[in-house]
């Protein structure tokens, strides 16, 4: 292999696509694929851009999935290499979004470069869907794209999401789904006076503490064969005036649920108000599901991301739920087979992002030889 995905590694670092500028990353990418015979498609979606691009007019349809958007880099004087300006050094290529995941976008193009070069003829049609909203509010990326695909009559038979899945070494684990995640914004409501006078006043955080005490120790569940158990995590607190001499009116709380599919959101929501309604509180709340958990069990799709790894990688990858959400979870209801497979994630967000400098080749090839497995090309016949 030549080293082409590195250098469009590079190039995509160098545009500083904090979410949700793209700063062109797209059309770069659209400009390779269309001289590769891929059709292009530009889908704007209020202040998001996301692209389509599809080589083939069979099935089944093959799709990477991924985000050309970033999170800020922090104080640059932090980094010992300015963040856009990708740097190799010690083996290794540093850079914002080396990880998460411009090496993964990098390594879908050339891999799907290199695979319709050696079968124009190629079985199937493949597929790249890329937003620029996935470190952001998450809802007009991929999301959005999945409705558009939807009026299209489009659907996905099998799904890479390109996140950084791996944790020593590339290929080590493969995320075959995610937990769910539920977030709650509660306001508990007191009377505000005098810390002299509690007689007078109603102080909300006392109402509150034995009702949260409850919410953090219950086992929500023991979790199964795929997923960890159910955890409950308080993330902010919001309360007072600032006078250490003043009962606050209201507290306000968000907590998050990541779930295991042994609950739903509806069980979820009943159990925490059943324990609101014992300790007799005030409050009002709002709800936001993220995602509900998704799972792709061993199938095409999971033996050949676990052939491709062993024989390109040298390696068995383990197979996990584990970590936060994906796009993954916008794609995987529609009943497509989603597996995720990308660098390590050790340095994902942090000062100093990087990867491998031999991640970008790599992981190219292995995800060209995940094609040639799905597709049944005639070496793998």
């Not at 349809?61 to 104080?75: E, K, Q």
């Not at 409705?147 to 996140?163: A, H």
């Not at 996990?320 to 497509?336: E, L």
Request: aromatic residues 8%; charged residues 20%.
């Amino acid at each position: 292999m030549t080293k082409d995905t590195l250098e469009l590694t590079l190039e995509l670092i160098r545009r500083p696509s904090v979410t949700p500028d793209d700063q062109g990353c797209q059309n770069l990418i659209c400009e390779r694929l269309q001289t590769t015979g891929f059709e292009c498609q530009h889908l704007r979606f209020e202040d998001v851009d996301n692209l389509w691009a599809t080589h083939g007019s069979s099935g089944p349809l093959f799709v990477f999935a991924g985000h050309t958007d970033v999170v800020p880099s922090g104080p640059e004087s932090d980094w010992t290499s300015p963040p856009f300006e990708p740097t190799q050094r010690n083996g290794k290529l540093f850079g914002r979004g080396s990880a998460d995941m411009k090496t993964s976008i990098a390594a879908f193009v050339t891999s799907v470069e290199h695979f319709v070069q050696q079968y124009p003829d190629h079985p199937g049609t493949i597929g790249l869907l890329i937003t620029s909203d996935e470190e952001g509010p998450c809802i007009n990326g991929t999301a959005k794209v999945m409705q558009w695909l939807n009026q299209q009559s489009t659907r996905i038979d099998f799904c890479i999401v390109g996140e950084p899945s791996s944790v020593e070494q590339l290929g080590d684990t493969v995320k075959v789904g995610r937990r769910g995640s539920l977030n709650g914004y509660l306001t508990i409501h007191g009377k505000q006076g005098h810390v002299a006078y509690p007689h007078l006043a109603d102080n909300p955080f006392h109402r509150a503490l034995p009702a949260l005490n409850e919410l953090v120790n219950i086992e929500w569940d023991q979790g199964n064969e795929f997923f960890p158990p159910t955890s409950f995590q308080i993330s902010n607190i919001t309360s007072g005036t600032g006078a250490e001499n003043v009962i606050p009116a209201n507290v306000e709380l968000k907590f998050n649920f990541r779930f295991s599919s042994e609950l739903n959101e509806q069980q979820i929501k009943d159990r925490v108000l059943a324990i609101f309604k014992k300790h007799e509180l005030n409050y009002s709340i709002e709800w936001r599901l993220s995602g509900k958990p998704f799972l792709t069990e061993k199938g095409a799709l999971v033996d050949a991301v676990s052939q491709a790894c062993i024989e390109i990688l040298g390696i068995s990858p383990e197979l996990s739920t584990s970590g936060g959400t994906s796009d993954g979870r916008f794609i995987a209801p529609t009943g497509a087979e989603v597996v995720e497979l990308g660098p390590c994630n050790a340095s994902i967000h942090q000062i100093d992002e990087h990867v491998m400098l031999s991640d970008p080749e790599r992981l190219s090839q292995t995800y060209q030889r995940i094609l040639e497995l799905i597709m049944n090309t005639p070496d793998t016949a």
